[in-house]
């Protein structure tokens, strides 16, 4: 199985430069807003679909009153009908049907849709009403007037935040309650949705297909095609599911909307479990990572997470296990076989609202939005973070300037800890000056394996989800997660958090290290100027 190729990705800026032009001698107009009196646009764009031929293309129009409308690309003219609607004008009305519910039209001649640019006009009674261009199409991607950024996968309907109020929430962490996660989604009644990056737990695949058995509509969606391959435990335990006769979709393919399949959910009738843990025993299976995680018991947030899941496992990226299976290629993988003690135990409450947030949707807004509006405290806790310039770690960044209490903790495993050092080194030189950011590496010291949560504290918010913050999580990768507002949550994942940080298996920088030269009126002085912690297994 080929490894998925770049096309995947939603951030478009190589590839495209898009001018919109509205109206008789060329008004710019921000996402093409209607011209007046000739009301009729372009609205959506499918110049280079992944069939022979580009079978399928098309460009979409929306107009709101009758007249003589045609499309132009400058070679070859469509005739639009007389009259209101949106309307698909196409060389292929079978192929766009599949794609669009617009009305199809049938376009002859020369009209075609150019992969490497086109210019395309919408005319009434023979006078130009609005003009898109586009550069170099992305294979796959549609161009849609109302959205940002413009292209987006086919088959991609991005969400805003969903949120409810008064909803009863249990806060848990891993590896402390393992039973957590199991107890939530073993007495489903009526649906279990299961998403996943990756399964092998023996415990969540037997209660999975206990429900199943006893009539429960139970579907699972995992990604085809995780980092370092498939697993051979994951194939054999999708063989029992699907061999169970449980729904099993992989997503995957050239046309798969998004770079990874990263989120780790569950939808139990009107119970939303989101994790930051994958379905696995270092997981949800207690026997490594330190995780977080939340049982929501909710209708509106179940349902706010079942459309997600049912615009994940519904379009022809999904592939049926059965389907896929033969073109699987596994690999050996050991299992975490750690113990620990229950440290956390859970804690339940009322939470004030719960938000459901999802990336590539809408997650960078909101998450930048909260760090913005953070006064007192800020408690990060990552794997790794990509670079100094992510955004989200920037937002942290401003709100130590205004004198937030910010502290970073991060993993210190072989495969992170050189690159969070480097973070830390990094910081140091951007933050000269702050006194309130602080960041540490961690190992567990018998609290746990490993750091693999991905959550944040910000005042009396917690967000629990699967969000690594780097650009390819935030930008290209499908991911969930549950903004908690709500004090005693907060408290709760703050109390875990303060005891990660201080257990012995972090250590303070040495002072020495992060002397630095600073101006000062009448000569120079040495000077620290921030406190930037770290610690890692000894060594810095």
Do not use: C
């Not at 296990?321 to 339940?348: I, L």
């Not at 918010?461 to 908690?484: F, H, K, P, Y």
């Amino acid at each position: 199985m080929s490894p998925r190729t770049d096309h995947r990705r939603l951030t478009v800026a190589t590839v495209i430069a898009l001018v919109v032009l509205l109206g008789a001698g060329g008004t710019a107009a921000a996402h093409g807003s209607h011209a007046g009196a000739d009301a009729g646009r372009i609205v959506e764009l499918y110049p280079n679909p992944t069939t022979p031929q580009n079978h399928g293309e098309y460009v979409a129009v929306d107009l709101d009153r009758s007249g003589n409308w045609t499309v132009t690309d400058g070679e070859g003219t469509a005739r639009l009908p007389d009259r209101e609607g949106v309307f698909a004008v196409t060389r292929h009305p079978e192929r766009t049907a599949e794609h669009t519910n617009a009305t199809t039209v049938t376009a002859g001649g020369s009209f075609q849709l150019a992969v490497g640019g086109e210019t395309l006009e919408l005319r009434r009674n023979g006078r130009v009403v609005d003009r898109v261009s586009y550069d170099d199409a992305p294979e796959s991607q549609r161009w849609h007037r109302d959205r940002d950024p413009h292209w987006q996968p086919a088959g991609f309907r991005p969400r805003g935040p969903a949120t409810t109020d008064g909803a009863s929430v249990e806060a848990f962490v891993l590896p402390d309650s393992p039973e957590a996660p199991i107890a939530a989604i073993g007495d489903a009644d009526r649906r279990l949705y299961l998403a996943a990056y990756t399964l092998t737990a023996e415990r969540v695949v037997n209660e999975v297909i206990a429900a199943h058995d006893r009539g429960v509509e139970v579907r699972v969606l995992v990604e085809g095609d995780p980092v370092g391959g498939m697993s051979t435990r994951q194939a054999d335990r999708l063989d029992e599911l699907s061999t169970a006769g449980v729904e099993v979709r992989a997503m995957t393919g050239e046309r798969a909307r998004f770079r990874y399949h990263h989120a780790k959910y569950a939808v139990v009738d009107d119970r939303a479990v989101v994790l930051t843990e994958n379905w696995k025993p270092s997981g949800t299976g207690g026997a490594d990572n330190r995780g977080w995680g939340v049982t929501v018991e909710d209708g509106g947030t179940a349902d706010d997470l079942a459309a997600v899941f049912t615009h994940d496992a519904g379009w022809e990226d999904t592939v049926r296990w059965s389907e896929f299976r033969s073109t699987v290629e596994t690999t050996e993988k050991e299992a975490s076989t750690g113990s620990y003690a229950q440290n956390h135990p859970p804690m339940t409450a009322t939470a004030e609202s719960v938000t459901v947030l999802a990336a590539p949707d809408n997650v960078d807004a909101e998450l930048a939005e909260l760090i913005n509006e953070t006064d007192d405290r800020l408690l990060i806790v990552q794997p790794s973070i990509g670079s100094a310039e992510f955004p989200l770690l920037e937002a942290a960044m401003r709100a130590a300037d205004r004198g937030v209490d910010v502290r970073i903790l991060l993993g210190s495993q072989w495969y992170n800890e050189d690159e969070n050092d480097a973070l830390a080194a990094r910081l140091r030189e951007q933050t000269e000056g702050s006194d309130n950011l602080e960041i540490r590496l961690a190992d567990g010291n018998g609290r746990f394996g490993k750091i693999h949560a991905k959550g944040i504290v910000a005042d009396d918010t917690a967000v629990v989800g699967s969000l690594n913050w780097n650009d390819n999580s935030l930008q290209n990768n499908r991911e969930v997660a549950l903004a908690i507002e709500d004090e005693a949550v907060a408290d709760y994942y703050a109390e875990v958090f303060d005891g990660d940080w201080s257990s012995d298996g972090t250590r303070e920088l040495p002072v020495g290290i992060l002397v630095v030269t600073v101006g000062a009126a009448g000569g120079t002085v040495l000077a620290l100027k921030r406190r930037l912690e770290f610690a890692a297994n000894g060594r810095r």
